[in-house]
């Protein structure tokens, strides 16, 4: 099993970026993006499940940020608009064997697989 995580790179205030999670050696039921900013605890930032197709987005990403995923390609995607400096981070990409409920989706310990993360640098 293999999480390879890329889109990372330096963006400006109020831009855009995708970032792109290709998963290879299995299906999982419920990915996750996770993020990680120097000297701070990694948080997370959205997840999707599988079986419903359903999102969820934590409190820092409403509003600016969209996840989603390709099925047949097996990869899941962050769309992440109106960057700020405070988005700058490591970027990553989990994967649980189990259909996580709601509440479980943040839960870091939740997932059994992990990408190498990407980083973002949001800065002018």
């Known amino acids: 099993v293999q999480l390879q995580a890329s889109g990372g790179g330096l963006v400006q205030p109020g831009g855009s970026l995708r970032l792109s999670c290709a998963i290879s050696g299995r299906t999982f039921s419920s990915v996750g993006w996770f993020r990680q900013a120097p000297g701070n605890e990694r948080e997370f930032v959205g997840g999707h499940r599988r079986n419903r197709g359903a999102t969820y987005n934590s409190e820092l990403a409403k509003g600016r940020f969209t996840i989603s995923r390709d099925n047949a390609k097996n990869t899941i995607y962050l769309q992440m608009n109106s960057l700020i400096p405070d988005d700058t981070a490591v970027y990553y990409c989990?994967?649980?064997?189990?259909?996580?409920?709601?509440?479980?989706?943040?839960?870091?310990?939740?997932?059994?697989?992990w990408g190498q993360g990407t980083e973002v640098t949001v800065s002018s």
């Open positions: 989990a994967a649980s064997t189990s259909n996580l409920i709601t509440s479980s989706m943040g839960s870091i310990g939740q997932y059994d697989y």
